[in-house]
């Protein structure tokens, strides 16, 4: 059975730099653009709810969930194509704020369970198309050779 926790750092300093610069962008974009009372919640509250009742649902035991490959990658484009074209103040910074913190904890994979994650202290990951080329050939690299290979 795969650990569902999980303290090392998934990426390196490249992988960090560059969810936190998309994050900040998107968290400034919101506020930009104008964040309202339901941009808020939706954004701050539904979004990151829904995923960790996901989360819980599976229960807390269940092995890691890794959405890796191509599928993940699919699902990762619905769900942003849906968010952005349905409330895209909300889905700015729901994915900027979860972004962010995927660059604190290194957290390797799509940012959309980087909430949950950290709530409930697992490593459930769905492939990212937008960072897992830089994942990739940061590891290859050796920036971090203490690190696993990206999966995909």
Known sequence: MTST???ERKIGPWGAA????VGAGMVIGAVVIGIDALDA????VAFPLA???FVAIRGRAAESLRLTGPDGHCIVCALAVAQFVLVPVAALLFNG???LLAALRGYGGCEL???SNWLWGRDDQIGCPI?????VAEARSGHGTDRPQPQC
């Open 97 to 99: 704020t979860s972004m």
């Open 5 to 7: 926790r999980t303290a």
């Open 41 to 44: 919640l939706l954004g701050l």
């Open 51 to 53: 995923v960790s009742i």
């Open 131 to 135: 960072f897992h080329p830089v994942d």
């Open 18 to 21: 560059a969810r936190f610069l």
């Open 113 to 115: 369970f980087a909430i």
